[in-house]
């Protein structure tokens, strides 16, 4: 018998981390014959977790230009990678979450008539442009998929409203969680245990707040607002409260926060962390604020209670479970939600120990087991 061939397609750092478990497990997988193509949406920070993980890629298409817009993007994706399908023929292809580079390989494996994969399937916010252009990404893979790997029962809700059958849809967990409890285990780089004894964040010192900011949709008025709150908290507790953002590399980032942020004495502002220190942040933090998407799974997996300066989440397990709370780029949302959980230990206590309702770190094994199952009720067919 032939080998199930499947090649995993992905090219950020958010994809990488969330598809490097489930790379492993095919590889791992006898009668599967597994490749990795990257498109290097996001050069530098896929990069550094393709190194992590140990994964080399069969086929690099290195598509990351300065300045590219979402057009110039897809169109370079579907014509490398039409040659790539034509070449390496396979049975399945795997895509994880909402990025171009999903709907733009989804939609060229439809083109293929190579069945499709969505890891991380179902996710919603019920709104076109929170957040873009992710939210119609993911809607278009999952019109192409044939097989939804939903991450909780809340994401196969989703798609059963969207009358996907049900037959096709599998609840996996998300497998971030499966990436974080591998990683979370090797020790801090020496950087990264170095700047938080720089800090003096630790038992009976200060406090961390850790911050990623970068959606679109903030970009503007939403980054101003965003900064004013993080300067608000950094004066109110000025020499008990250590803020540390690693500020995104997007021009429409580093400007209002540089020139908001930069002389605040108990703010530092770092490049984009690579994915082993930012978990040894998050590891140390009394409180996450984010506008990103894995970040939510990643920080209330390790118990840190999580601000969402979005809206919209599509992960609104989190809200419902209590472990989030949206917040949106309102200054005086951020700063009365942020006081409270740093003044009130009793509110801080009934967050921090609510639970993560993302995954247990078993979503790769039932990603390729499913996957293999309906392959083989497909050869029985």
């Known amino acids: 018998?032939?080998?199930?061939?499947?090649?995993?397609?992905?090219?950020?750092?958010?994809?990488?981390?969330?598809?490097?478990?489930?790379?492993?497990?095919?590889?791992e997988t006898?009668?599967?014959?597994?490749?990795?193509?990257?498109?290097?949406?996001?050069?530098?920070?896929?990069?550094?977790v393709l190194n992590l993980f140990g994964i080399c890629p069969d086929v690099d298409l290195n598509l990351m230009r300065p300045n590219q817009t979402l057009g110039q993007l897809t169109s370079d994706i579907l014509t490398t990678l039409d040659p790539v399908m034509t070449d390496l023929r396979p049975d399945w292809v795997l895509v994880q979450g909402?990025?171009?580079?999903?709907?733009?390989?989804?939609?060229?494996?439809?083109?293929?008539?190579?069945?499709?994969?969505?890891?991380?399937a179902g996710l919603r916010t019920q709104d076109r442009y929170q957040p873009f252009p992710e939210e119609i990404n993911r809607r278009i893979a999952g019109v192409i998929a044939n097989l939804h790997f939903a991450p909780t029962e809340h994401s196969r809700q989703n798609l059963l409203r969207e009358n996907v059958p049900d037959s096709d849809i599998v609840i996996t967990g998300n497998p971030a969680i499966d990436s974080l409890q591998s990683i979370v285990r090797l020790p801090a780089p020496v950087e990264t245990q170095a700047l938080l004894e720089r800090l003096s964040i630790g038992e009976g010192a200060k406090r961390l707040i850790l911050i990623t900011a970068h959606r679109r949709e903030n970009f503007g008025a939403?980054?101003?607002?965003?900064?004013r709150a993080l300067r608000q908290l950094a004066e109110t507790y000025p020499d008990t409260l250590e803020l540390v953002y690693p500020v995104h590399l997007n021009p429409n980032v580093q400007e209002p926060v540089y020139r908001l942020l930069n002389d605040v004495p108990n703010i530092t502002l770092t490049p984009p962390q690579d994915y082993l220190p930012m978990v040894h942040l998050m590891k140390h933090a009394t409180l996450v604020l984010t506008d990103s998407g894995?970040?939510?799974?990643?920080?209330?997996?390790?118990?840190?209670?999580?601000?969402?300066?979005?809206?919209?989440?599509?992960?609104?397990?989190?809200?419902?479970a209590g472990v989030l709370k949206l917040v949106g780029a309102d200054t005086q949302r951020i700063v009365s939600s942020a006081r409270r959980l740093l003044d009130d230990e009793d509110e801080y206590r009934s967050i921090c120990c609510a639970g993560s309702p993302f995954g247990d770190g078993h979503a790769a094994e039932r990603i390729v087991n499913a996957l293999v199952e309906r392959s083989s009720e497909d050869l029985k067919a």
Do not use: W
């Not at 032939?2 to 478990?21: Q, Y």
């Not at 009668?31 to 896929?46: D, N």
């Open 1 to 27: 018998m032939k080998p199930l061939r499947v090649l995993s397609i992905f090219g950020t750092r958010p994809e990488a981390v969330k598809m490097a478990p489930v790379v492993k497990r095919l590889q």
């Open 294 to 320: 894995g970040i939510q799974e990643e920080a209330t997996s390790l118990s840190i209670p999580t601000l969402v300066m979005r809206d919209v989440t599509e992960r609104p397990e989190g809200v419902e």
């Open 30 to 48: 006898p009668g599967v014959e597994s490749r990795v193509c990257v498109t290097a949406q996001h050069r530098q920070m896929l990069d550094q």
């Open 222 to 227: 939403g980054m101003v607002n965003i900064c």
């Open 98 to 120: 909402d990025t171009t580079t999903v709907m733009a390989a989804s939609l060229l494996a439809f083109y293929h008539r190579v069945q499709v994969g969505h890891v991380e």
